[in-house]
Nanobody, 122 residues
Framework: QVQLVESGGGWVQPGGSLRLSCVASGSISSINEMAWYRQVPGKQRELVAIITSDGKSNYVDSVKDRFTISRDNAKNTVYLQMTSLKPEATAVYSC????????????????WGPGAPVTVSS
């Protein structure tokens, strides 16, 4: 069994910064792509950023040049550094990790973290 645990959410004033972390633990065989999504109540979940196993990343246009996704493969961890935060970034941020576990190493699947709330307000 594999679990994802997120940390780093919270409240920040506009213009501030936060760093989210998502750690995968358990019976992991391999980790492929890792991503961050966000969702505001009443709206569809939005892909914010995604990073491949070899470090290539993509971002939604609204966060380019302000957010940075990175990963530490040795720690099975993905990060989202958020800077110059705006009130419209307020949402629940969830990591989504593509992986295979040791029970079925050839069967990739996507696992969701529980979500970390981020509030940007003055």
């Amino acid at each position: 069994q594999v679990q994802l645990v997120e940390s780093g959410g919270g409240w920040v004033q506009p213009g501030g910064s936060l760093r989210l972390s998502c750690v995968a633990s358990g019976s992991i065989s391999s980790i492929n792509e890792m991503a961050w999504y966000r969702q505001v109540p009443g709206k569809q979940r939005e892909l914010v950023a995604i990073i491949t196993s070899d470090g290539k990343s993509n971002y939604v246009d609204s966060v380019k040049d302000r957010f940075t996704i990175s990963r530490d493969n040795a720690k099975n961890t993905v990060y989202l550094q958020m800077t110059s935060l705006k009130p419209e970034a307020t949402a629940v941020y969830s990591c989504n990790v593509g992986l295979a576990d040791t029970h079925s190493p050839d069967a990739d699947y996507w696992l969701w973290g529980p979500g970390a709330p981020v509030t940007v307000s003055s």
